[in-house]
């Protein structure tokens, strides 16, 4: 059983920083694509970073550049770095695995991330 658990959101003012952890268990983060996505009220989710198996990384042009994405594989963990936070950036911020064996993504709980200005 796939199992994903973020931490590390919370409150912070416009241009400080916060680092979001996504732990893994049920699945090696290594061997497949991960990613972040955040949803905002009344917005629709949307794609912040990912990261493939090869560990190619991509971004939205709204985050790139500030945001970090990154893995520890003896951890089995997934982070994103995000630094000059914005209050645009608030949302809940999901992490993300696509298991290629299984064809199948997986996904958190959510943690919200709210910047003030």
């Known amino acids: 059983q796939v199992q994903l658990v973020e931490s590390g959101g919370g409150l912070v003012q416009a241009g400080g920083s916060l680092r979001l952890s996504c732990a893994a268990s049920?699945?090696?983060?290594?061997?497949?694509?991960k990613a972040w996505y955040r949803q905002a009220p009344g917005k629709q989710r949307e794609l912040v970073a990912s990261?493939?198996?090869?560990?190619?990384?991509n971004y939205s042009d709204s985050v790139k550049g500030r945001f970090t994405i990154s893995r520890d594989n003896a951890k089995n963990t997934v982070y994103l770095q995000m630094n000059s936070l914005k209050p645009e950036d608030t949302a809940i911020y999901y992490c993300?695995?696509?298991?290629?064996?299984?064809?199948?993504?997986?996904w958190g709980q959510g943690t919200q991330v709210t910047v003030s200005s």
């Open positions: 993300n695995v696509y298991s290629y064996r299984e064809s199948s993504h997986y």
């Open positions: 049920g699945i090696i983060f290594s061997f497949n694509a």
């Open positions: 990261m493939s198996g090869g560990g190619t990384t």
